[in-house]
């Protein structure tokens, strides 16, 4: 298991729904208001912004660079297709001491879908673990049903097994690390 995993409680003692969600010492996870915070970018010396979001419009601040990948969130949008180029953006980022800052609307779905590909990718954490990792800096993260199977596709090709599955419960089919959560809303 990856180091930055096992230190992940002692570094990120309070997580954020609102506002900037450290997820690593280079990526913040947040929606898109706070992507267009200049307050917030430059405390947390944001030097790429990352919007995986149609709908929101980034305010183009001095001395950062801007990467916009338009995509819908919808469990039928084709998102696997970002997964490498920005996981690869976040690593280049990282290797000149910069910090990403990964948005969508909400910081929900679509650009936590994208920081799971890149924990899988460059933290070589399972998708199990790295939606662990991110639940526990961001605890609103739920990317989508499509999406999660497209995570699935990921990291069988990363890794040739996989750790997450959907499962079918009776409020429909789910990741299995909903599992818990579906159980409870069932009724007695």
């Known amino acids: 298991m990856n180091a930055a995993f096992r230190a992940l409680p002692m570094l990120f003692q309070n997580p954020s729904v609102y506002g900037l969600s450290r997820i690593t010492p280079h990526l913040y996870l947040s929606d898109g208001a706070a992507a267009n915070n200049k307050v917030l970018l430059l405390a947390n010396h944001i030097t790429t912004v990352v919007n995986v979001a149609v709908e929101v419009v980034n305010t183009i601040y001095p001395n950062i660079e801007y990467l916009c990948i338009p ?3 919808s469990p039928v949008c084709w998102i696997y297709g970002c997964f490498d180029p920005v996981a ?3 690593h280049s980022v990282s290797l000149r001491q910069g910090r990403t800052l ?3 609307a909400a910081g929900v779905s679509r650009s ?3 920081c799971l590909a890149y924990l899988m990718k460059y933290q070589s954490v399972s998708l199990a673990s790295a939606h662990k990792w991110v639940k526990a800096c961001r605890p609103i ?4 049903n499509g999406f999660w199977q497209q995570l699935i ?3 069988h090709k990363l890794y040739g097994t996989n750790t997450v599955r959907m499962i ?3 409020l429909g089919t789910v990741p299995d690390v909903y599992g818990r959560e579906v159980r409870v809303m069932l009724p007695f």
């Open 71 to 73: 995509v819908v969130d």
């Open 88 to 90: 690869d953006k976040i």
């Open 102 to 104: 990964l948005h969508c």
């Open 112 to 114: 936590a879908a994208v």
């Open 141 to 144: 993260i739920r990317p989508n």
């Open 153 to 155: 596709q990921y990291e």
């Open 168 to 170: 079918n419960t009776p």
